[in-house]
Structures are given as C-alpha cells and as structure tokens.
C-alpha cells in the first residue's frame, strides 16, 4: 500500500464548478499535511497547509480527518487557471522527531474547461 | 533571480555515461533534497541533507550519489546512466525551524534522458 494515496483523475469540469479532491495516507504517526500545486512540466509549489481545524484560503477549503488518516481539497468557483495537478503531501514522524521529510502523493490532475 | 536554481535544464546523455546535475539556493536553508518524477508515480526521494556534513539516503538512492559542497549547493551524479534512470529531477530546500520549516522549495527541475 502507497503511503499517501490520491485518486489520480483526471477530473474535467466547467468553470464554475466545485470539486473536491480526497487523499488517504497510511502513516498514523504523520505530523503536517500540505497540498501542493504542479502544473505541467514546472515544480510544485506550495498551495496551502492543512491544519486539524480545517482552514479556508480565498477559494480553497482543506480539511484533515485523522481518525480515517483523510485529507481533502475542496476547490469552489473554479477557474481555468486552476487547471494543474494536486498534490497531497505528508510529514511523517519518525522516533518521536519531525525531521521535514515530505512524503507526496501521486496527483490528482485537474482540468477546467469554459 | 530564482531562490532555487538548477543546472543544467535539459539535458541528453548515453548509456553508461557519469551525469552530475547541480543544485544552488539562495534562501539560506540547511536542508536540501533531490526528488526524482516519473509519470504517475509522483515524487520519490533521492538523497536529503540537514547540513553541510549530514547525507541520508531517500527511497530510491540506488545508482545514485550526491554531495554537499556547502549550504548552498547540493549536486546529484549518476555514475553509471542507464535508460529506466529517465525523469525530471527536483531540488528543493527548506528551513529547519519556525512555523513553516516543512514548506519546501523546489528548483525549476532537470529533464534527464538516458539513451
């Protein structure tokens, strides 16, 4: 079993549209979780944290479920600019330290079409 | 100027040819990383180092070395290329303390292939 798991896709909606991206990780001791955004042929970039409360940046909304070890990206009004591949991203701990080793998911692409 | 660079950005090479790809920030991290990505299988580490004496190996260092030749710069050599050895390679840094030390940055990417 991959350690972080995501549904790869591709998801194709209209502009407007809601989507929301699901990702599963295996590793209960995990520490912080991230989405990164990649599009094509460039490097990923952080898009934002997800923190245990949730938390929403502009159009993004994150959500963290660690009992189901369960991370979500919901993405509201979507643009053509959002078109991209989204990656779930995971720090697992090791010994009781954190040493910032991140841990990606496969990707979920995502393309907004007008 | 980009905080993390990579040299070069493409590059063709043959079989059994030694390949090193080089790594420059300049946003004071200690720790730096080589990820290599092959399509469908995300990012896999490479190599990690916390500092200038600290290497670690990632999932997949077979076949793979690196150095580190101060805080700044991070190379990755192929001693030996072969063809499955194939991808996009990323460096990427981050910071060792504060809030966001596990946001990393991540150069502009070296497309490798081996004949």
């Known amino acids: 079993r991959k350690e972080v798991e995501q549904d790869p896709g591709p998801f194709n909606v209209p502009e407007g549209a809601t989507v929301a991206f699901n990702c599963t990780y295996s590793?209960?001791?995990?520490?912080?979780f991230f989405w990164y955004r990649q599009d094509c042929r460039k490097e990923p970039k952080l898009l934002m944290s997800v923190y245990s409360s949730g938390n929403e940046d502009g159009r993004f909304t994150a959500q963290l479920n660690r009992a189901s070890q369960y991370i979500s990206l919901l993405i509201r009004d979507s643009k053509l600019s959002d078109s991209a591949t989204y990656l779930c991203?995971?720090?697992?701990?090791?010994?009781?330290?954190?040493?910032?080793?991140?841990?990606f998911g496969q990707g979920t692409i995502l393309t907004v079409h007008p | 100027d980009a905080d993390v660079t990579q040299t070069p950005r493409n590059r063709i090479t043959k079989t059994g040819k030694r390949i090193m790809l080089e790594c420059s920030q300049t946003k004071g991290h200690d720790r730096m990383y080589w990820y290599r990505q092959d399509p469908g299988l995300g990012l896999q580490l490479i190599y990690y180092?916390?500092?200038?004496?600290?290497?670690n190996k990632g999932e997949i260092s077979d076949g793979y070395s690196v150095s580190r030749q101060a805080q700044a710069k991070f190379s990755l050599s192929l001693e030996s290329a072969i063809p499955n050895q194939t991808a996009l390679y990323f460096c990427a840094t981050s910071g060792s303390g504060g809030p966001s030390y596990n946001e990393q940055f991540f150069g502009p990417g070296t497309r490798l292939t081996v004949l």
């Open positions: 991203v995971v720090n697992f701990v090791a010994g009781g330290t954190s040493y910032g080793k991140l841990t």
């Open positions: 590793n209960s001791a995990s520490q912080s």
């Open positions: 180092s916390f500092d200038v004496k600290d290497i």
